[in-house]
């Protein structure tokens, strides 16, 4: 099984936050995000559903990739887009995809 992890490189490297209604009109966004597959999903997705446009972009990037799972704590628990699941890492209960990938770990 296909995983991703939300590391907000853009987020760190940019140092700037935007709500999602403005990052979908900002120029320097698009500038950012042009050289990116998956930047034409992130921005409709970023207004639509109201996330940030570097949790859409991380979003949108994993499903691109055909990953089914991403590990990520900025989402609401289960919220699935395209074929992937947002898991948080760190919940109490472990998501049964999180439980999958981590059995498959062990197993080597």
């Not at 991703?4 to 009109?25: M, R």
């Not at 949790?55 to 628990?77: K, N, T």
Request: charged residues 20%.
């Amino acid at each position: 099984m296909q995983a991703a992890l939300d590391t907000n490189l853009l987020v760190y490297a940019e140092g700037v936050a935007f709500a999602p209604e403005d990052a979908v009109k900002s120029e320097r966004i698009r500038g950012l995000l042009v050289s990116l597959p998956a930047d034409e999903a992130a921005l409709p997705l970023a207004g639509d559903q109201r996330l940030s446009i570097w949790d859409a972009v991380v979003l949108a990037a994993a499903a691109e990739a055909g990953c089914r799972m991403l590990l990520s704590e900025d989402f609401e628990p289960g919220f699935a887009w395209r074929g992937v699941t947002v898991v948080n890492p760190v919940a109490a209960v472990h998501h049964p995809l999180l439980e999958m990938l981590l059995a498959n770990g062990r197993r080597g």
